[in-house]
Antibody
Framework: EVQLVESGGGLVQPGRSLKLSCTAS????????MNWVRQAPGKGLEWVGF??????????QYAASVRGRLTISRDDSKSIAYLQMDSLKTEDTAVYYC???????WGQGTLVTVSS | DIQMTQSPSSLSASVGDRVTITCRAS??????LNWYQQKPGKAPKLLIY???SLQSGVPSRFSGSGSGTDFTLTISSLQPEDFATYYC?????????FGGGTKVEIK
Protein backbone atom coordinates (compact mmCIF):
# COMPACT_ATOMS: atom_id res chain seq x y z
CA GLU A 1 0.00 0.00 0.00
CA VAL A 2 1.34 3.41 -0.98
CA GLN A 3 1.69 5.78 1.95
CA LEU A 4 3.01 9.32 2.20
CA VAL A 5 3.40 10.88 5.63
CA GLU A 6 4.35 14.52 6.07
CA SER A 7 5.93 15.78 9.28
CA GLY A 8 7.75 18.78 10.65
CA GLY A 9 5.04 21.42 10.59
CA GLY A 10 4.38 23.82 13.41
CA LEU A 11 4.40 27.43 14.51
CA VAL A 12 7.37 29.50 13.39
CA GLN A 13 8.18 33.20 13.47
CA PRO A 14 8.52 35.24 10.28
CA GLY A 15 12.03 35.11 8.88
CA ARG A 16 12.83 31.78 10.52
CA SER A 17 13.28 28.36 8.93
CA LEU A 18 11.50 25.03 9.03
CA LYS A 19 12.12 21.69 7.32
CA LEU A 20 9.30 19.38 6.34
CA SER A 21 9.67 15.70 5.58
CA CYS A 22 7.58 13.41 3.42
CA THR A 23 8.22 9.76 4.24
CA ALA A 24 7.13 7.34 1.55
CA SER A 25 6.43 3.64 1.56
CA UNK A 26 4.83 1.02 -0.65
CA UNK A 27 6.42 2.01 -3.95
CA UNK A 28 9.82 2.47 -5.59
CA UNK A 29 10.38 5.98 -4.28
CA UNK A 30 13.61 6.53 -6.20
CA UNK A 31 11.83 6.10 -9.54
CA UNK A 32 9.34 8.90 -8.98
CA UNK A 33 9.10 12.67 -9.20
CA MET A 34 7.81 14.08 -5.92
CA ASN A 35 5.66 17.17 -5.64
CA TRP A 36 4.86 19.59 -2.84
CA VAL A 37 1.50 21.39 -2.87
CA ARG A 38 0.18 23.82 -0.27
CA GLN A 39 -3.19 25.19 0.76
CA ALA A 40 -3.59 28.35 2.79
CA PRO A 41 -6.46 28.33 5.29
CA GLY A 42 -9.76 28.54 3.45
CA LYS A 43 -8.04 28.91 0.08
CA GLY A 44 -7.33 26.78 -2.98
CA LEU A 45 -4.44 24.54 -3.91
CA GLU A 46 -1.05 25.94 -4.93
CA TRP A 47 1.73 23.86 -6.44
CA VAL A 48 5.00 24.60 -4.63
CA GLY A 49 7.46 22.58 -6.67
CA PHE A 50 8.83 19.17 -7.53
CA UNK A 51 12.01 17.18 -7.57
CA UNK A 52 12.72 14.75 -10.38
CA UNK A 53 14.11 11.30 -9.79
CA UNK A 54 17.85 10.67 -10.18
CA UNK A 55 17.37 9.17 -13.65
CA UNK A 56 16.27 12.63 -14.75
CA UNK A 57 19.00 14.43 -12.90
CA UNK A 58 17.17 15.02 -9.63
CA UNK A 59 16.45 18.56 -10.78
CA UNK A 60 13.91 20.84 -9.14
CA GLN A 61 11.36 23.39 -10.26
CA TYR A 62 9.45 25.85 -8.12
CA ALA A 63 6.56 28.25 -8.14
CA ALA A 64 7.69 31.85 -8.45
CA SER A 65 6.20 32.68 -5.06
CA VAL A 66 8.64 30.37 -3.26
CA ARG A 67 11.68 30.29 -5.54
CA GLY A 68 14.85 31.16 -3.63
CA ARG A 69 13.27 30.57 -0.22
CA LEU A 70 11.94 27.00 -0.37
CA THR A 71 14.16 24.11 -1.44
CA ILE A 72 13.13 20.57 -2.25
CA SER A 73 15.56 17.68 -1.79
CA ARG A 74 15.34 13.91 -1.50
CA ASP A 75 17.07 10.99 0.17
CA ASP A 76 16.24 7.93 -1.88
CA SER A 77 18.00 5.63 0.62
CA LYS A 78 15.41 6.65 3.22
CA SER A 79 12.49 7.22 0.82
CA ILE A 80 12.07 10.77 2.10
CA ALA A 81 11.45 14.03 0.28
CA TYR A 82 12.20 17.27 2.09
CA LEU A 83 10.98 20.84 1.88
CA GLN A 84 13.43 23.27 3.42
CA MET A 85 11.63 26.53 4.14
CA ASP A 86 13.78 29.60 4.77
CA SER A 87 12.95 33.29 5.27
CA LEU A 88 9.40 32.33 6.03
CA LYS A 89 6.62 34.86 5.53
CA THR A 90 3.15 35.02 7.03
CA GLU A 91 1.75 34.20 3.59
CA ASP A 92 3.52 30.83 3.72
CA THR A 93 0.99 29.74 6.35
CA ALA A 94 -0.68 26.68 4.86
CA VAL A 95 -1.15 22.96 4.98
CA TYR A 96 1.69 21.41 3.02
CA TYR A 97 1.09 18.18 1.11
CA CYS A 98 3.51 15.92 -0.70
CA UNK A 99 2.27 13.95 -3.67
CA UNK A 100 3.59 11.51 -6.21
CA UNK A 101 4.46 12.47 -9.77
CA UNK A 102 0.99 11.82 -11.19
CA UNK A 103 -0.72 13.31 -8.12
CA UNK A 104 -2.41 9.95 -7.59
CA UNK A 105 -1.18 9.62 -4.01
CA TRP A 106 -1.10 12.36 -1.37
CA GLY A 107 -0.06 12.59 2.24
CA GLN A 108 -2.37 13.82 4.96
CA GLY A 109 -0.65 17.21 5.08
CA THR A 110 1.21 19.12 7.76
CA LEU A 111 0.25 22.59 8.95
CA VAL A 112 2.82 25.38 8.93
CA THR A 113 1.83 28.56 10.72
CA VAL A 114 4.08 31.59 10.31
CA SER A 115 3.27 34.16 12.94
CA SER A 116 4.97 36.33 15.52
CA ASP B 1 2.01 31.03 -16.46
CA ILE B 2 -1.12 29.18 -17.54
CA GLN B 3 -4.19 30.44 -15.68
CA MET B 4 -6.96 27.97 -14.91
CA THR B 5 -10.46 29.39 -14.50
CA GLN B 6 -13.23 27.25 -13.06
CA SER B 7 -16.92 27.96 -13.15
CA PRO B 8 -19.05 28.17 -11.24
CA SER B 9 -17.19 28.85 -8.00
CA SER B 10 -20.02 27.20 -6.13
CA LEU B 11 -23.27 25.44 -6.87
CA SER B 12 -26.19 23.93 -5.00
CA ALA B 13 -27.60 20.65 -6.18
CA SER B 14 -29.74 17.78 -5.00
CA VAL B 15 -28.96 14.10 -4.75
CA GLY B 16 -29.52 12.55 -8.15
CA ASP B 17 -28.83 15.75 -10.09
CA ARG B 18 -26.46 15.88 -13.04
CA VAL B 19 -23.68 18.36 -12.25
CA THR B 20 -21.26 19.95 -14.69
CA ILE B 21 -18.18 21.97 -13.78
CA THR B 22 -16.09 23.74 -16.38
CA CYS B 23 -12.43 24.65 -16.45
CA ARG B 24 -10.78 26.95 -18.96
CA ALA B 25 -7.03 27.24 -19.51
CA SER B 26 -5.48 30.51 -20.65
CA UNK B 27 -3.29 28.56 -23.12
CA UNK B 28 -3.52 25.22 -24.84
CA UNK B 29 -2.74 22.41 -22.36
CA UNK B 30 -3.58 19.58 -24.80
CA UNK B 31 -4.91 16.72 -22.65
CA UNK B 32 -2.80 17.50 -19.61
CA LEU B 33 -5.69 18.21 -17.30
CA ASN B 34 -6.53 16.58 -13.97
CA TRP B 35 -9.60 16.84 -11.75
CA TYR B 36 -9.57 16.45 -7.96
CA GLN B 37 -12.12 16.16 -5.22
CA GLN B 38 -11.36 17.56 -1.78
CA LYS B 39 -13.39 17.22 1.39
CA PRO B 40 -12.84 19.43 4.44
CA GLY B 41 -9.69 18.56 6.36
CA LYS B 42 -8.64 15.96 3.81
CA ALA B 43 -6.07 15.75 1.05
CA PRO B 44 -7.23 16.13 -2.56
CA LYS B 45 -8.20 12.93 -4.36
CA LEU B 46 -7.44 12.42 -8.03
CA LEU B 47 -10.62 11.70 -9.98
CA ILE B 48 -9.74 12.20 -13.64
CA TYR B 49 -6.37 12.40 -15.37
CA UNK B 50 -5.44 13.22 -18.94
CA UNK B 51 -8.74 15.09 -19.27
CA UNK B 52 -10.96 12.01 -19.56
CA SER B 53 -9.32 8.98 -17.93
CA LEU B 54 -11.01 7.74 -14.79
CA GLN B 55 -8.60 7.11 -11.92
CA SER B 56 -8.73 3.58 -10.53
CA GLY B 57 -11.38 3.15 -7.87
CA VAL B 58 -13.33 6.29 -8.80
CA PRO B 59 -17.06 5.69 -9.46
CA SER B 60 -18.12 5.74 -13.09
CA ARG B 61 -20.62 8.55 -12.43
CA PHE B 62 -17.61 10.87 -12.70
CA SER B 63 -16.44 11.71 -16.21
CA GLY B 64 -14.22 14.27 -17.86
CA SER B 65 -14.06 15.70 -21.34
CA GLY B 66 -12.34 18.37 -23.36
CA SER B 67 -8.97 19.21 -24.78
CA GLY B 68 -6.91 22.27 -25.55
CA THR B 69 -8.37 25.04 -23.41
CA ASP B 70 -11.87 23.91 -22.43
CA PHE B 71 -12.66 21.05 -20.09
CA THR B 72 -15.65 19.66 -18.24
CA LEU B 73 -16.14 17.46 -15.19
CA THR B 74 -19.55 15.80 -15.05
CA ILE B 75 -21.16 13.92 -12.19
CA SER B 76 -24.01 12.01 -13.79
CA SER B 77 -26.06 11.44 -10.63
CA LEU B 78 -24.90 13.31 -7.54
CA GLN B 79 -24.54 11.18 -4.43
CA PRO B 80 -24.37 12.35 -0.79
CA GLU B 81 -20.64 11.60 -0.62
CA ASP B 82 -19.99 13.86 -3.64
CA PHE B 83 -20.58 17.10 -1.76
CA ALA B 84 -17.09 18.54 -1.76
CA THR B 85 -14.84 21.04 -3.54
CA TYR B 86 -13.52 20.17 -6.99
CA TYR B 87 -10.33 21.48 -8.58
CA CYS B 88 -8.89 21.26 -12.06
CA UNK B 89 -5.13 21.37 -12.65
CA UNK B 90 -2.98 21.60 -15.74
CA UNK B 91 0.14 19.46 -15.87
CA UNK B 92 1.23 20.65 -19.32
CA UNK B 93 3.87 23.09 -18.20
CA UNK B 94 5.43 24.49 -15.08
CA UNK B 95 4.39 26.19 -12.96
CA UNK B 96 1.66 23.59 -12.57
CA UNK B 97 -1.51 25.51 -11.83
CA PHE B 98 -4.87 24.77 -10.26
CA GLY B 99 -8.25 26.31 -10.82
CA GLY B 100 -9.82 28.21 -7.98
CA GLY B 101 -12.19 25.40 -7.05
CA THR B 102 -15.91 24.68 -7.28
CA LYS B 103 -17.77 23.97 -4.06
CA VAL B 104 -20.69 21.61 -4.53
CA GLU B 105 -23.24 22.08 -1.77
CA ILE B 106 -26.50 20.43 -0.84
CA LYS B 107 -29.62 22.19 -2.06
Amino acid sequence: EVQLVESGGGLVQPGRSLKLSCTASGFAFGDYVMNWVRQAPGKGLEWVGFIKNKAFGGTTQYAASVRGRLTISRDDSKSIAYLQMDSLKTEDTAVYYCSTSAFDYWGQGTLVTVSS
Amino acid sequence: DIQMTQSPSSLSASVGDRVTITCRASLNVNYYLNWYQQKPGKAPKLLIYAASSLQSGVPSRFSGSGSGTDFTLTISSLQPEDFATYYCQQSYSTPLTFGGGTKVEIK
